[in-house]
């Protein structure tokens, strides 16, 4: 059973970064499809950004472009968060499955089966 683990959360000024990192244990394929999302009270949860960590490129919606990054080393995923902006506050999650789910779209919480039980970014000015 796949796990995740989310920290790095935490508050920060607007303009700021922050990074967060997301443990993945309990796969046994080589790579997987990892996921970042957000979550603001009263919202759904919203995709962020996406990677396979068996290569290509990262997937990212529009209003994070330019400022987060998505990466990984080993069984560990990131995202880089820079020129945060107050919008960017809300409740962090890391997703990841280790099947390609071949049409389903990145963007879509069904698409991975793994969970963290989420980090809080607070960004304020």
């Known amino acids: 059973q796949m796990i995740t683990r989310e920290s790095g959360g935490g508050s920060v000024e607007t303009g700021g970064s922050l990074t967060l990192s997301c443990v993945v244990t309990?796969?046994?394929?080589?790579?997987?499809?990892a996921a970042w999302f957000r979550q603001v009270l009263g919202k759904e949860r919203e995709a962020l950004a996406a990677?396979?960590?068996?290569?290509?490129t990262a997937n990212y919606i529009d209003s994070v472009k330019g400022r987060f990054t998505i990466s990984h080393t080993k069984n560990t995923l990131y995202l880089q968060m820079t020129n945060l902006e107050s919008n960017d506050t809300g409740t962090y999650y890391c997703?990841?499955?280790?099947?390609?789910?071949?049409?389903?779209?990145?963007?879509?919480?069904?698409?991975?089966?793994?969970w963290g039980q989420g980090i809080q970014v607070t960004v304020s000015s």
């Open positions: 997703a990841a499955d280790r099947l390609s789910k071949n049409g389903m779209s990145w963007q879509r919480a069904e698409r991975y089966n793994a």
């Open positions: 309990g796969y046994t394929t080589r790579s997987i499809y």
């Open positions: 990677i396979y960590t068996g290569g290509g």
